[in-house]
């Protein structure tokens, strides 16, 4: 996520990204494939491939089996 888009999501933050990655919540990502060969070094470390979708257009997580844009994650009313 540039900081630029980041900057105009209030929900798009590496707190919540954290709890989604620790909690093992399902999540879509959308934006442009890229083909990055400039890390192949990290394949198996930090990465898993040299493909990365960047920029980052949409992040969605999987709730009670529907997609719910991360910004509106968090703000249920029908608990």
């Known amino acids: 996520m540039t900081p630029a888009l980041r900057a105009q999501h209030r929900n798009w933050t590496t707190a919540l990204l954290g709890r989604l990655g620790r909690d093992k919540y399902r999540v879509r990502v959308s934006g442009w494939l890229m083909l990055d060969p ?42």
Not at 62 to 76: C, K, V
Request: net charge negative.
């Open 38 to 79: 400039e890390h192949p070094d990290q394949v198996g470390k930090t990465r898993g491939t040299i493909w990365e979708v960047h920029p980052i257009m949409r992040f969605e997580v999987e709730e009670r089996g529907r997609w719910i844009a991360l910004d509106s994650f968090g703000q249920s009313t029908d608990d």
